[in-house]
């Protein structure tokens, strides 16, 4: 490691970690306020940035595997940022800004979705747990999902804590998703196949919306 780089790290150690994933660790980027850091836990990985769970195949033909979801994200993320270039309305996922180093390791730089307040905007877990969902964040829950089938947006995991519902200074607001989204698969047929990607988006928009409609009842 070169001098000049030594100089360039940014300083964590002493940050606090404001998320947690099962993987991942984030923290606030101590000089850019609308901006996190993602970066790989310690213990998930070995000397060669591989995880420790890989499989003989992953350790044989890929390499840097903890990476490899950041690459996802940034892929999908700037791909909407391309389509969207010209357009007033935001992207359906979150804005993934590159990397910088860190005295923790690399981390991924990505969009800090926050409420008016500066509060980080809730997800839908947390919104369905404290009993504030409404009929509203339900109503523009399914035109997201309906975004992201018209947007050809790949996403993965069906955790609720990984979509936000994110509210403006003028009343506005939108679901945003902030994890686990790009394409997983070593053969990208729901990139190439529309009608693959509608089904498993409908099937995360099934258990979502079972979801919201549970804790409106209650």
């Not at 390499?63 to 950041?70: A, C, E, L, P």
């Not at 999908?76 to 390791?105: A, H, K």
């Not at 504030?132 to 609720?160: C, G, M, P, W, Y």
């Amino acid at each position: 490691m070169t001098i000049a780089r030594i100089e360039n790290v940014l300083k964590l150690t002493n940050c606090e970690v404001i998320a947690q994933g099962n993987r991942q660790f984030v923290y606030q980027h101590p000089d850019a306020p609308d901006t996190l850091l993602k970066i790989p836990q310690p213990d998930t990985m070995d000397g060669q940035a591989n995880l420790l769970s890989d499989t003989w195949f992953d350790r044989t033909f890929r390499r840097s595997t903890v990476f490899k979801g950041f690459l996802r994200e940034f892929h999908e993320s700037f791909d909407l940022m391309v389509r969207y270039q010209n357009s007033d309305d935001p992207i359906p996922v979150c804005e993934v800004r590159g990397v910088v180093q860190t005295d923790m390791g690399l981390a991924l730089m990505y969009e800090r979705i926050s409420e008016p307040d500066g509060q980080l905007s809730p997800s839908l877990k947390e919104l369905a747990n404290s009993g504030r969902l409404t009929r509203e964040h339900l109503t523009a829950l399914n035109k997201h999902f309906d975004q992201l089938i018209e947007q050809q947006v790949l996403i993965s995991n069906k955790n609720t804590g990984n979509i936000v519902y994110q509210t403006f200074s003028d009343g506005s607001a939108r679901w945003v998703w902030i994890d686990s989204f790009g394409c997983k698969q070593l053969i990208p047929v729901r990139r190439w196949f529309g009608f693959l990607n509608r089904r498993k988006i409908d099937q995360i928009r099934d258990r979502f919306t079972k979801v919201a409609e549970t804790a409106l009842r209650q």
